[in-house]
């Protein structure tokens, strides 16, 4: 978030994380001077999310989770989100057509380390969907991940 920040001086934004890493966000934030443009919030996103940004960005964050779970975390942004807001989700993806890659390799260990999984585009296109959202644009970075940008529909 900072480093959004850093490069947006007219940007405002919250960090939400679990309760006990906000304490570590605070202390950034606090660092960059930026306690009138940002601020760290503790909660549950299984329940809920804050409300009324027009960008969520969710990095490295669904591939520590099964569909099920994923699409919680997605049902609440799209609940949370403005109606014209956009989200960005940052990930390490599979290409669609299974060529060998390094994200194949992290798909193996989320499985084993966390229950979760990396996924091809074509499955986050329907994620994003069941989600109330449509994948807007796929860009890649160079490197095994992409960046997701979705719509609210």
């Given amino acids: ?17 679990r309760p006990h890493v906000v304490e570590a966000a605070r202390q950034a934030i606090h660092d960059k001077n930026y306690q009138a443009r940002c601020e760290a919030v503790g909660g549950d996103f299984f329940q809920g999310v804050p409300s009324g940004a027009d960008l969520y960005v969710l990095k490295f964050i669904l591939v520590d989770w099964k569909d099920e779970e994923a699409l919680r975390i997605l049902q609440n942004c799209r609940t949370a989100i403005v109606p014209d807001g956009k989200l960005l989700v940052i990930e390490m993806t599979i290409p669609d057509d299974n060529r060998p890659s390094a994200a194949q390799l992290f798909d193996l260990n989320m499985l084993v ?19 109330g959202f449509r994948l807007t644009c796929v860009i890649p970075t160079g490197s095994p991940f992409h960046l997701l940008e979705a719509v609210a529909v």
Avoid at 7 to 17: E, K, L, S
């Fill in 113 to 131: 380390m966390t229950g979760g999984q990396e996924r091809m585009v074509s499955e986050y296109r329907t994620l994003l969907a069941k989600a």
């Fill in 1 to 17: 978030m900072l480093a959004i920040l850093d490069v947006n001086p007219h940007v405002r934004g919250t960090v939400f994380d």
